[in-house]
């Protein structure tokens, strides 16, 4: 589900979905102002979906919360180099 494979479509794929929800987060919101901005998306096909996406996308520290609203983490490590 995370990856596509024989069964699963790369646009269904967790790993798609978490991309949309991600250039969608340029700014903290709220679930409920994100949800009403990606429910339209077809890969997006049901709530439990897009939960199951914000849980990958906070697994691999992708998003954050801080005070009560999603935020995009920033990749600090490609800075140190």
């Known amino acids: 589900m995370i990856l596509p494979d024989k069964n699963i479509r790369l646009e269904y794929s967790l790993l798609s979905c978490g991309a949309v929800l991600l250039t969608e987060i340029v700014e903290p919101q709220t679930l409920s ?25 906070y697994i691999i520290n992708a998003i954050t919360l801080k005070d009560g609203m999603i935020v995009r983490c920033k990749n600090d490590s490609l800075n140190q180099k």
């Open 33 to 57: 102002l994100l949800w009403n901005k990606v429910k339209c998306n077809k890969a997006l096909v049901s709530y439990e979906k897009f939960l199951l996406t914000l849980d990958y996308l």
